[in-house]
């Protein structure tokens, strides 16, 4: 059976009317009102089975991972490790107590380290959404049948 669509020429309103005559004349026999609902299940267990099909890709494009860590999860897991160390030592810095020299430069160590911590969430931040977007070009590139070896490559860098 083709799913090919034919599509009349004409306006919607023409073609509206159209559709009405021709499903009223199916719809007067037995054998018509039959053909109507077998061709709607149809259809409708054809999307259902494009719907499982797609979910099926997604599951082994999942599983084709066997639950490894991607690499801008590491790197994601890395640079908050390093942002927490960052935040420890800054309170350490805070906590202690000035013996020799001013408390200025306590304040300007701990100012220091404040950029410090901004500026790698600022960096984690952009080095993440770049590799989610890789990721997600391959796997749009998957599901378009794209070619395989630049799909792992697109995988790899991200």
């Known amino acids: 059976m083709s799913s090919m669509i034919v599509k009349p020429p004409g306006d919607g309103n023409a073609d509206e009317h159209a559709f009405e005559q021709i499903e009223a004349a199916v719809m007067e026999t037995h054998r018509g009102r039959w053909f109507l609902s077998e061709y709607a299940r149809r259809n409708r267990q054809s999307d259902t089975v494009m719907v499982l099909e797609a979910i099926e890709k997604l599951q082994r494009n999942v599983g084709a991972r066997g639950g490894v860590a991607l690499p801008y999860d590491r790197l994601q897991g ?3 490790e390093m942002a927490r160390a960052i935040a420890n030592t800054e ?3 805070r906590a202690l107590q000035p013996e020799h020299g001013s408390a200025t430069q306590f304040v300007s160590a701990s100012d220091e ?3 410090v911590v901004e500026t790698t ?3 984690a931040s952009t080095i993440l959404g770049a590799a989610e977007k890789v990721q997600e070009y ?3 590139m998957r599901e378009q049948q794209g070619n395989e070896d630049d799909c792992d490559m697109l995988d790899s860098c991200a």
């Open 113 to 115: 380290l404040d950029a």
């Open 91 to 93: 309170r350490e810095i």
């Open 121 to 123: 969430e600022k960096a």
């Open 138 to 140: 391959a796997w749009t």
């Open 78 to 80: 890395d640079i908050m």
